[in-house]
């Protein structure tokens, strides 16, 4: 992306010359003429004028680099990242690139996915210019046991994200952010690691920011919404983008220096299965009913039963209807 002249551009406040932009760049003007127009083909509104130059009237709410690290001020989160317009699944490459050496920190986002999944190998809808489909790569210092509240963490920086958006988020256990009954954002944690460390953490989010009830496929009208229908109107996505990085950013630093119990409290804060009479399906199928109680420091579900409690670290969890 032409950087350079965007942000002289953004300096400028107004109108600015060819002629001087060429100069501060040590470049032709045609090759200023170039990069304009490279802007605009990329969704920049410019317009010129006779002896005044060009003027930058709105940025593209566009999933790029040059706007997302456009004032994010995060120490870790983001200090790299890499954009794209279509990929199979972000986190697929971000954990090829971390098996290759990238660095703490790093992320990956594109404009859409085409098999983009969630937990339990559930497909993910991730249509393109509607909302963000983003994957962080940790390197962090706990344990590996540790790894699976990673989840829980990236949930709460969604949260925290909504709230910048005068939006109230709703968890369920443990990673699920529901509106009205439906689902706006889906979480999925994957590791590498050996018994006493972790080699890396990549953790993909998928946002369903402004897409319409028509924009669904039949099968997810039900059961998937997005931020615009909860809000009302459309919500800028680099913006939201970058409310989520920061508050990452704060969180997994707090989590290094604290561990998880603050992340643990946090959730606790936001959640909507606490309390519910709740239908658990396990990952071998087996299931049950219960009062979902708390989650215990691992981030484990704690269901009481007709029999005792039950400890719940994987499976599918409902929240039945009150009788």
């Known amino acids: 992306?032409?950087?350079?002249?965007?942000?002289?551009?953004?300096?400028?406040?107004?109108?600015?010359?060819?002629?001087?932009?060429?100069?501060?760049?040590?470049?032709?003007?045609?090759?200023?003429?170039?990069?304009?127009?490279?802007?605009r083909d990329a969704g920049y509104d410019i317009s010129s004028a006779p002896r005044s130059g060009y003027i930058l009237?709105?940025?593209?709410?566009?999933?790029?680099?040059?706007?997302?690290?456009?004032g994010l001020?995060?120490?870790?989160?983001?200090?790299?990242?890499?954009?794209?317009?279509?990929?199979?699944?972000?986190?697929?490459?971000?954990?090829?690139?971390?098996r290759d050496g990238a660095e703490n920190?790093?992320?990956?986002?594109?404009?859409?996915?085409?098999?983009?999944?969630?937990?339990?190998?559930r497909a993910f809808f991730s249509p393109p210019g509607k909302g963000i489909w983003v994957s962080i790569l940790l390197?962090?210092?706990?344990?590996?046991?540790?790894?699976?509240?990673?989840t829980l963490m990236a949930a709460v920086a969604v949260a925290r994200a909504m709230e910048k958006f005068g939006l109230r988020a709703a968890i369920k256990w443990p990673n699920d952010i529901m509106y009205d009954g439906r689902k706006l954002v889906g979480i999925l944690t994957e590791m590498?690691?050996?018994?006493?460390?972790?080699?890396?953490?990549?953790?993909?989010?998928?946002?369903?920011?402004?897409?319409?009830?028509?924009?669904?496929?039949?099968?997810?009208?039900?059961?998937?919404?997005s931020l615009m229908q909860m809000k009302g109107?459309?919500?800028?996505?680099?913006?939201?983008?970058?409310?989520?990085?920061r508050a990452m950013d704060v969180l997994y630093a707090d989590v290094q220096r604290e561990g998880f119990a603050p992340v643990l409290a946090a959730w606790r804060s936001y959640a909507v299965t606490l309390g519910q009479n709740v239908r658990v399906i396990g990952p071998v199928?087996?299931?049950?009913?219960?009062?979902?109680?708390?989650?215990?420091?691992?981030?484990?579900?704690?269901?009481?039963t007709a029999t005792g409690q039950r400890r719940v670290l994987a499976g599918d969890v409902s929240i039945r209807p009150k009788q």
């Open 57 to 70: 009237h709105a940025a593209p709410d566009r999933l790029i680099e040059a706007e997302i690290t456009r």
């Open 105 to 121: 920190g790093m992320v990956v986002v594109a404009d859409s996915q085409g098999t983009g999944r969630g937990r339990m190998e």
């Open 285 to 304: 199928g087996e299931e049950f009913e219960g009062i979902a109680a708390d989650i215990d420091e691992e981030g484990a579900l704690l269901i009481d």
């Open 139 to 150: 390197r962090p210092t706990f344990l590996p046991q540790e790894a699976p509240k990673c």
């Open 1 to 39: 992306m032409s950087s350079d002249v965007l942000e002289l551009l953004r300096a400028a406040g107004g109108y600015i010359s060819g002629e001087k932009m060429a100069e501060r760049l040590g470049v032709t003007r045609a090759a200023v003429w170039k990069k304009i127009a490279a802007l």
């Open 192 to 225: 590498s690691a050996e018994m006493d460390r972790v080699n890396y953490v990549v953790i993909g989010t998928g946002i369903n920011v402004n897409i319409a009830p028509e924009d669904f496929p039949e099968e997810l009208c039900a059961v998937a919404t």
């Open 73 to 98: 001020g995060t120490e870790l989160i983001g200090q790299k990242i890499i954009c794209y317009d279509v990929v199979d699944s972000t986190n697929l490459i971000l954990k090829d690139l971390a």
């Open 233 to 245: 109107e459309p919500l800028s996505r680099v913006e939201f983008l970058q409310e989520f990085l």
